[in-house]
Structure formats: structure tokens, C-alpha cells
């Protein structure tokens, strides 16, 4: 398996354990508060707890947490709302030595005047293609994908899904038709 996660636990809550193969697309549902988010934070190393995570068989702490951030990318929901343009953001990210080689940005169908704008003045389905972009641009080995069409229209959560077909991914959707499109498999919780 290429990702592995066992015994997570935050706090209170528990999940199952996860095991995800190479070009595999894990869909996950669940009802608000289940810990869904909670989840794909913990397997970013964002955010401690108790169990074991694993990539390609080593362990997080093999890897240190920038190392595994730079292969396993989590994709928040609503991505932040920056002063600074997409441009600017772009080329930040594209300094970083552990982002040496990013490949070209998709358009996503987004119109190129939207990079030169600050992040804050986009709507919220703009931030989260602008985000996406990046993503694929950075091709981590794992995608972790939290409710990313959430405020996207059809043409636009079309475009992403088949963007993202084929990649590794952890996707959290409250749409059972959208995990049923894009899932190899879905794991309720």
C-alpha cells in the first residue's frame, strides 16, 4: 500500500484504519462533525494525535513533517484568503527547494487575469481552483482533497474531477453522487 494510517486518534475520536493504493481515489462521507476534516489533517501531520502513518512503507518520522507535507498535500475546503495575488503565491511556491521541478499550473478554467488578483477578492470557488491548480502543478504522491468543488459550479467540478482522475487521493465529499463519480471506493464515517 502507498499510504497507511493506523490507530488515529485525536482527543476522543477514532478512525478506521486506512489503506491506500497507488492511483486509488478514497472517498470519504460522513455527516457534519463526524471528524472528517479532522482526519485528513491528521494524515497530513497537521494536526497530533496518537497512531501511525506510513508512505510507501516509512514511517512519518522517517520523513520529518516537512518531508511528508511535500509528498501527502492537503487541500483545504476553504483556502485562506491571502492579501497576495495567485501570481505571487505561485511564485513563492515555486522558490521552495522541496517544489524544484513544479511542473506547469492547469487552467482549470479559470481566466488568467484571476492569478494577477489579490486571493481576497476572489469568490470562493476562484480560491479553491487557484489552490487546486497549485496542487496538481506540485504533483505530490497523495492528494488529501477537503470537499474541493464544495463551491464549485457543475462545468467547474467537472473540470477538477477530471483533473484529478487517476492521482492518489483521500477526498472527502458530503455529495454521494460526486463519490460515486470519482471513488474507487467510499468509506462512511
Do not use: N
Not at 511542473?103 to 476562484?126: D, V
Not at 467537472?158 to 472527502?172: D, F, K, N
Amino acid at each position: 500500500m502507498l499510504l497507511t494510517a493506523r490507530d488515529l486518534r485525536w482527543r476522543e475520536i477514532c478512525w478506521p484504519d486506512l489503506s491506500v493504493a497507488e492511483g486509488e481515489i478514497v472517498g470519504i462521507s460522513g455527516p457534519s462533525g463526524a471528524g472528517k476534516s479532522m482526519w485528513l489533517r491528521m494524515l497530513a501531520a497537521l494536526e497530533k494525535g496518537e497512531g501511525t502513518l506510513a508512505l510507501g512503507g516509512r514511517g512519518l518520522s522517517e520523513l520529518g513533517g516537512p518531508g511528508w507535507r511535500t509528498q501527502v498535500l492537503y487541500v483545504p475546503q476553504d483556502p485562506p484568503a491571502f492579501d497576495a495575488s495567485g501570481e505571487e503565491v505561485w511564485a513563492r511556491l515555486c522558490s521552495l527547494r522541496a517544489r524544484e521541478g513544479v511542473r506547469e499550473r492547469p487552467a482549470l478554467g479559470l481566466a488568467p487575469e484571476l492569478w494577477s488578483r489579490s486571493m481576497a477578492e476572489l469568490s470562493g470557488g476562484e480560491r479553491q481552483r487557484i489552490v487546486l491548480a497549485m496542487a496538481l502543478a506540485v504533483e505530490p504522491v497523495v492528494y488529501l482533497l477537503d470537499e474541493p468543488t464544495s463551491a464549485l459550479d457543475e462545468e467547474s467540478e467537472a473540470l477538477v474531477e477530471a483533473a484529478l482522475a487517476g492521482r492518489t487521493c483521500v477526498w472527502v465529499s458530503h455529495s454521494r453522487a460526486q463519490l460515486e463519480r470519482v471513488a474507487t471506493r467510499v468509506i462512511a464515517l
